[in-house]
């Protein structure tokens, strides 16, 4: 026997014997004869949780905690004695006393923690229930109602299902989360969160005791602030409240899921879910979840939170112009018309698309109201300035008013709750006036023009820009999602457009010149003055959630220059337009000629095979090329576009992410891309990274080599999808199944089989087992021997489908294609 195999018999020795000790204390329960010491744990009867004594992070100290019993990363859900660590390893001991106490005692027999009670039971327990609660109560009584004490009353860091985040008013507790102190020591650290019944519950964060962060208020499915909470498959949210309690608690869906939510060291409330694949907790969610939400009320009242920037709500003007220009937001806005509201002088107007401001100030009626009946309790009183009516979860309609100044409202993604605030009613027929505003400086515009033509020579030249103005908003923001080095955060410079030149090289955007609808708005075809050809894109109005969007693809694109790649020549923003504009590409997208059968026939086998190579050389330089990491997430047929020699463009970035350094990935708090191109992982985790792309790739290998769309796809042996279907084939040494009209000539024969043998290693399930795009690039230009490929991942539409549902986004049957974006949990 050599000494490692020596060395392991006595490791399986000694870990046998810690194991029968182990088992003989294997059980759920401590009694009052019984004694745990350092080393013993108690389980929860289904084995989901553990108690014991345990030493965080580099910690020496020894803390009596309950950890999650089946993950192998040990992770603490409470800790007994976080104030107050046993400083000596194996000193502590845990006991239950009558009546009814638990007490930690260090070697000394002084008491270190214990829990109080008012009542005393006879013969009291501590028991480990498989919530994770711990609870000592009466041996014999499992009510809940007479638990003598329970660890979910006194939460540390960790929300665990079942718990409830809020307020009892006969006992007077307050259930909240306290951030530990650092890793290794989990005594509270500086940020509580909590739920604020003041006003309409809500949740809120607080640093030191002050209000960071609100969600705002609950609107029956979730927090006015956080519309994705609503549609997630892990956990259902809810809000109770009687004139006893008022508390949040959620429910797991799937109890073989295990996900908890923890107030981390920084402030961040998230949920974190265990990943059996990963062996490591996954950010499901934040809260704080964007950069308008690091900072409370940061537009002050009646300002508008974009993107860290500030604008007031429509009708509205900064209060103190000056400060505000400054950016200096906080003394926020006033109505540009005051209103006199014992003069009657006043009406109601909708705001949509907002999250609801602070409730610390609102009033609610729980009786079931309609909106005209909510709107006449505010108009009573004039101190009431907003009021909503919030679908209740349990059906009724409760009316929720709001007295003094809104603050801390921010601009989000979809309309979502509408408020209905007091206003001059002289702004109701403002509408038309808008308009005539609008005309007029478009005339001036105009006018303008006319007097210097030079002037406008001068616009189409290229400018410097600064796209983001503010020093402090661009700070902020830093550059949405890039974690670039200082130097090239500083400035973008991109080609600046006049509004008045794209507005008439488009026609002033006539519908004649529409050539698209991409995903977040129209897309113009235009001509220059010295005729050169340009596509327009125009950020829709209507969708606010494109500014988004439309940042970062001007941010991406203008520092990518590929082949490959749509190129930008530039931008306009003016007032409330964000253009970008492009080359032209005559030929316009992939799509339109791949999945037409009169036009397809004229992608013969060599066209189709340089379209692959060129998408395939786009993307492995967003990949790896390129000073940034990029990954495009809508990789698909009609961002394809193709110039007139059918060279293939990538285009629309605006989903892209870029990453500095070796960040490979991500998780998102909005999963957006399309069906049918998504990989499982990032449709259903929300994890993407630039595997997720390479199996978007593969299925457009797929969809050039066979001329079909992978969504909609339908055989009638089966109900596989179009990746189904070609794996099936593909086994069954079939492929060549696949391949449209074009591919008779037997000498591409070789090629094609090659092309549809590198596509099914890029839908592989797993992300690790797909190539990355360097390989593909390589595979497609050499011969060599292909490896096998597994299983692809999203097998039948079905799968995708049943994994989420959207909430109407999609209909499962249309093989109409289009950018989703779902709004995810996390
Ligand atoms: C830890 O225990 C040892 C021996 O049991 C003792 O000598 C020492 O003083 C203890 N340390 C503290 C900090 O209590
Ligand atoms: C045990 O705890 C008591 C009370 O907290 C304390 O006074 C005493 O110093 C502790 N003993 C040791 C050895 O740490
Ligand atoms: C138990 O202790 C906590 C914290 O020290 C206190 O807030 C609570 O009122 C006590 N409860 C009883 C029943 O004594
Ligand atoms: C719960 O999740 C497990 C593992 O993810 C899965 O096998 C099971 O089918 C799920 N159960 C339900 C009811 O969704
Ligand atoms: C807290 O969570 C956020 C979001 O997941 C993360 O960025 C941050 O690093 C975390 N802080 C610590 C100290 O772990
Ligand atoms: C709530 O509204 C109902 C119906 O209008 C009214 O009868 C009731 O008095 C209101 N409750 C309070 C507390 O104002
Ligand atoms: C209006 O509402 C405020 C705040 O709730 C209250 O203090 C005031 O008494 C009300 N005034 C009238 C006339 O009801
Ligand atoms: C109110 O919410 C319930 C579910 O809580 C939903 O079924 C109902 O359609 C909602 N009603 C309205 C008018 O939104």
Not at 224 to 240: A, C, E, H, M, W
Not at 490 to 506: C, G, N, V, W
Not at 779 to 801: H, S
Request: hydrophobic residues 35%.
């Amino acid at each position: 026997m050599n000494t490692f195999n020596k060395a392991t018999s006595l490791l399986l020795i000694i870990s046998s014997l810690f194991y029968i000790q182990k088992m003989s204390l294997a059980m759920d329960t401590i009694t009052t004869t019984q004694i745990i010491k350092d080393g013993d744990t108690i389980v929860s009867s289904g084995g989901s949780f553990e108690l014991g004594f345990l030493s965080p992070g580099d910690s020496k100290n020894r803390y009596v905690g309950i950890w999650y019993k089946k993950i192998t990363v040990k992770t603490a859900v409470w800790i007994a004695n976080r104030q107050i660590p046993l400083k000596n390893i194996s000193s502590g001991i845990l006991k239950v006393v009558k009546p009814g106490i638990l007490v930690l005692l260090n070697e000394t027999n002084g008491i270190i923690w214990s829990t109080n009670t008012s009542v005393s039971v006879r013969n009291p327990v501590a028991q480990l229930l498989d919530s994770g609660n711990l609870v000592i109560k009466e041996a014999s009584d499992n009510n809940p109602k007479n638990y003598v004490w329970q660890s979910f009353d006194y939460p540390t860091d960790t929300l665990l299902a079942g718990m409830k985040l809020g307020w009892n008013f006969v006992n007077h507790l307050e259930v909240y989360l306290s951030s530990w102190k650092n890793n290794d020591d989990p005594a509270s650290g500086d940020f509580t969160y909590h739920c604020d019944p003041t006003g309409y519950p809500q949740d809120v964060l607080r640093k030191g005791g002050v209000k960071q962060y609100t969600t705002g208020p609950w609107t029956g499915l979730t927090f006015s602030g956080l519309p994705s909470l609503r549609t997630n498959q892990i956990f259902k949210f809810g809000l109770v409240m009687n004139k006893n309690e008022v508390y949040f608690h959620y429910d797991l869906l799937n109890s073989s899921i295990i996900s908890r939510v923890t107030l981390n060291q920084s402030g961040v409330a998230q949920r974190l879910t265990w990943s059996d694949q990963a062996q490591s907790w996954v950010v499901y969610f934040t809260a704080p979840s964007d950069n308008c939400d690091l900072y409370y009320n940061l537009c002050g009242a009646y300002g508008v939170c974009s993107m860290a920037l500030c604008k007031c709500l429509n009708k509205f003007v900064p209060k103190d112009r000056e400060s505000w220009d400054r950016g200096d937001w906080s003394s926020g806005c006033v109505r540009r018309t005051s209103l006199d509201c014992e003069k009657g002088d006043n009406v109601f107007l909708k705001y949509s698309g907002i999250k609801l401001p602070d409730a610390e100030h609102s009033w609610y009626n729980q009786s079931v109201m309609n909106l005209e009946e909510c709107k006449m309790l505010c108009l009573k009183n004039c101190s009431c300035t907003a009021y909503t009516n919030i679908n209740a979860s349990a059906g009724g309609h409760t009316c929720l008013l709001w007295f003094g100044d809104l603050v801390d409202i921010k601009e989000l993604s979809a309309r979502e709750q509408d408020i209905y605030i007091r206003m001059s009613s002289s702004e109701l027929d403002s509408r038309g006036s808008k308009r005539k505003i609008l005309i007029v400086s478009l005339s001036l515009v105009m006018g303008i023009a006319l007097v210097g033509l030079s002037l406008m020579v001068c616009a189409q030249k290229r400018r410097k820009i600064r796209l983001l103005r503010r020093s402090q908003g661009e700070q902020r923001l830093g550059i949405a999602n890039n974690h670039e080095d200082e130097s090239q955060k500083k400035e973008l410079e991109l080609p600046l457009f006049d509004l008045y030149t794209i507005s008439k090289a488009t026609d002033n955007f006539s519908n004649n010149k529409k050539i698209g609808e991409g995903g977040f708005g129209p897309v113009y075809k235009g001509q220059l003055e010295g005729g050169q050809e340009i596509a327009v894109k125009r950020l829709s109005r209507t969708s606010l959630q494109g500014i988004d969007e439309f940042k970062n693809e001007v941010i991406c694109v203008a520092k990518l220059q590929h082949r490959n790649l749509v190129k930008l020549l530039g931008c306009c923003i003016q007032g409330q337009e964000y253009l970008l504009i492009y080359e032209y590409m005559p030929n316009k997208s992939l799509d339109l000629i791949l999945f037409n059968p009169a036009k397809s026939t004229f992608l013969d086998w060599p066209r189709r095979f340089h379209i692959i190579n060129g998408i395939a050389r786009g993307l492995l330089y967003l990949h790896e090329d390129s000073r940034l990491r990029i990954i495009h997430r809508d990789l698909k047929a009609s961002n394809v576009l193709l110039d007139s020699d059918m060279n293939p463009k990538i285009s629309d970035f605006g989903l892209a992410r870029s990453f500095g350094g070796n960040e490979t990935g991500a998780n998102t708090s909005r999963v957006v891309g399309t069906y049918g191109y998504m990989s499982p992982e990032y449709a259903v985790d929300g994890v993407f990274s630039v595997k997720s792309d390479v199996f978007s790739f593969g299925v457009l290998v797929l969809e050039i080599v066979s001329g079909k769309r992978n969504r909609g796809f339908s055989h009638r042996d089966h109900d596989l999808n179009l990746l189904g279907h070609a794996w099936m084939l593909h086994k069954e040494g079939r492929a060549l199944e696949l391949v449209d009209s074009y591919g008779g000539k037997s000498s591409y024969l070789s090629q094609v089989l090659r092309s549809i043998h590198i596509c099914l290693l890029c839908v592989q399930q797993y992300p690790e087992d797909r190539p990355s795009m360097s390989s593909v690039v390589f595979m497609l230009a050499n011969e060599g021997v292909l490896p096998q490929a597994k299983k692809p991942g999203f097998f039948t539409e079905r799968d995708v489908l049943e994994s989420r549902t959207s909430g109407g986004t999609s209909t499962p049957s249309s093989t109409n294609e289009m950018s989703i974006t779902l709004l995810e949990a996390r």
